[in-house]
């Protein structure tokens, strides 16, 4: 029998059971300290269902989980994750006004709850996050999002790059947060489907996603500060689209 709890798959043949049970597996930690072989079997296991996998010193599963994991944990989503066209399909086919959220890079799983939570609220169809680099969509997570992630489709994707194609040949604006940018929110035409991206606190919005943007679009100031967490500014985005849309109905 496989040995979990409510997010971890613990030891390879937990790992394997879960694999073949169809598990929602996020991403799998595989210790430094495996023998080769059981790593090239491991990986060659994951990365053909294109699970995410990261191969760390043991002393970061140590941290992960306490367990004797055997240098193998794999964490579990307590959620059901979307393809993003299939989500499109389904807004279109309930007759309301496609509007996703784009998370590119953002780890922090308090961002993305409070993101999530806001996105909830303030009624839009989605959220779409990375299969790498992307906050885990765990307990914590859901804590944070006040249940929301519990209400929202969540679609995760391989390429977020391509799905930003995708969606921008069905027609879908892609709109940007930028601070540098002349045109303000409540400047901008909402009222088209549209995909909204926010980028890490970091670094942004990545290079070729930035390309991308069909709209870039700044949140009026007048602080001295002159930077807001991403979760705020994804709320005021959420808030005015809402608010222009509910104006439309």
Known sequence: MMEQNNEWLIGKNALKEGIAAGKRIQKVYLSDTLDNETLKELLKLIRAQKISVLVVPKSKLDRLNRSNHQGVLASISP???????????????QGQHPALALLDGITDVHNFGAIARSAEIFGLGGIIIGNKNSAPVNYEAIKSSAGALLQIPVCKENNLLHTVKELKAQ??????????AEQTIEQLNMTKPCVMVFGSEGEGISYDLKKTLDQHVKIPQIGKINSLNVSVSAGIFFYEWMKQNNQKK
């Not at 604006?173 to 601070?179: F, R």
């Open 79 to 93: 959620i059901q994750f979307y393809k993003t066209m299939d989500l499109v399909t389904h807004i279109y086919e």
């Open 171 to 180: 027609g879908f604006v892609v709109i940007g947060a930028d601070e540098k």
